[in-house]
């Protein structure tokens, strides 16, 4: 099935340093994928949506001058946490369709485990 | 984006068969219902996806009534290791730029 990659899986930064977090699909474009975080025995949160080529979409309260995302290919997003602080801790997922979406669903990375201390 | 309903927890046994329903009253003539399984730290594992009637896989079945407000994901003889957390998702995947939207979601525990 359709792989999607995510790294590093667990970071720890210091408050007011930056991170970033990669998501690759392996075998397959995605002109789409979408970024998720996940408080500890909470649902999963969609931040926003990243558009190969362009802007990502941002939902409502999440900060776009926080939360920098980029598409720059069809198999590479990535998110960036800026000046992070220790409630931006979380565990943060990327996903992604395949053309095989409705027979596989969207793909999910393995998550990243951010830590600001 | 249809919002959906789903027990916040459930308990079974192993070897027993477990049905987990979800209501989505508000579903839209283009979404399909999907279910996802995550464990602990993981990221969300696809089980099964329908539109209409009755899905099976290796792992589950999905049922989906005609007037389609509520789904049920069955698991058959159900093992320690499908302790996890699933979720009913109601979207437009089918241009694979619909989002996905999860509710609270299900946790399952299966007991000795």
């Known amino acids: 099935g359709a792989v999607v990659s995510q790294h590093p899986s667990r970071v720890i930064c210091k408050s007011g340093t930056s991170v970033k977090i990669e998501c690759r699909s392996l075998d397959f474009q995605a002109t789409t994928m979408f970024w998720y975080r996940q408080f500890p025995k909470k649902s999963l949160m969609l931040m926003a949506t990243s558009n190969e080529g362009s802007k990502a979409t941002y939902e409502q309260g999440v900060e776009k001058d926080k939360f920098l995302i980029n598409h720059a290919s069809l198999t590479l997003s990535t998110l960036t946490v800026t000046s992070a602080h220790p409630e931006d801790s979380s565990f943060y997922i990327c996903?992604?369709?395949?053309?095989?979406?409705?027979?596989?669903?969207?793909?999910f990375g393995s998550g990243t485990r951010l830590t600001v201390v | 984006l249809a919002k959906t309903t789903q027990p916040i927890s459930m308990d079974s046994y192993e070897g027993q068969e477990v049905n987990i329903t979800c209501s989505h009253n508000n579903i839209a003539t283009n979404d399909y219902i999907t279910w996802y399984q995550q464990f602990p730290s993981q990221g969300p594992r696809f089980i099964i996806q329908g539109y209409k009637t009755k899905v099976t896989n290796e792992v589950a079945s999905l049922f989906i009534p005609a007037d389609r407000k509520s789904s049920t994901l069955s698991l058959p003889r159900v093992s320690l290791s499908d302790t996890a957390v699933y979720y009913c998702l109601v979207g437009d995947t089918s241009g694979n730029t619909g989002k996905l939207i999860f509710g609270q979601g299900t946790t399952l525990q299966v007991k000795p």
């Open positions: 996903s992604a369709a395949s053309h095989r979406e409705l027979t596989e669903g969207y793909t």
